[in-house]
Nanobody, 121 residues
Framework: QVQLVESGGGLVQPGGSLRLSCAAS????????MGWYRQAPGKQRELVATITSSSKPNYQDSVKGRFTISRDNAKDTVYLQMNSLKLEDTAVYYC???????????????WGQGTQVTVSS
């Protein structure tokens, strides 16, 4: 059974920084893309950033230059460094991983439980 466990959320003032982590564990053969989505109250879940298995990143325009996604393949972990946080970054952040549990079986997406990020003065 695969699990994604997030950590690092919390309350921060505008302009502050937070670092989110998400570790995958369980029966994993290989991990393809990993990434982060977020969902603010009353809004749809939206992509924040993704990273390929070769560490090529992709960002939503609103976070470019402020957020950095990275991964440690040896630890099956993805990170999101968030700097210059704004009020509008407040949301529940979910990590995901597209992975293969067994060789030869198509990959599927797994999701973490979500971690709250609140930006407030």
């Amino acid at each position: 059974q695969v699990q994604l466990v997030e950590s690092g959320g919390g309350l921060v003032q505008p302009g502050g920084s937070l670092r989110l982590s998400c570790a995958a564990s369980g029966s994993i053969f290989s991990i393809n893309d990993m990434g982060w989505y977020r969902q603010a109250p009353g809004k749809q879940r939206e992509l924040v950033a993704t990273i390929t298995s070769s560490s090529k990143p992709n960002y939503q325009d609103s976070v470019k230059g402020r957020f950095t996604i990275s991964r440690d393949n040896a630890k099956d972990t993805v990170y999101l460094q968030m700097n210059s946080l704004k009020l509008e970054d407040t949301a529940v952040y979910y990590c995901y991983a597209d992975l293969n549990e067994v060789w030869g079986i198509p990959s599927r997406a797994y999701w973490g439980q979500g971690t709250q990020v609140t930006v407030s003065s």
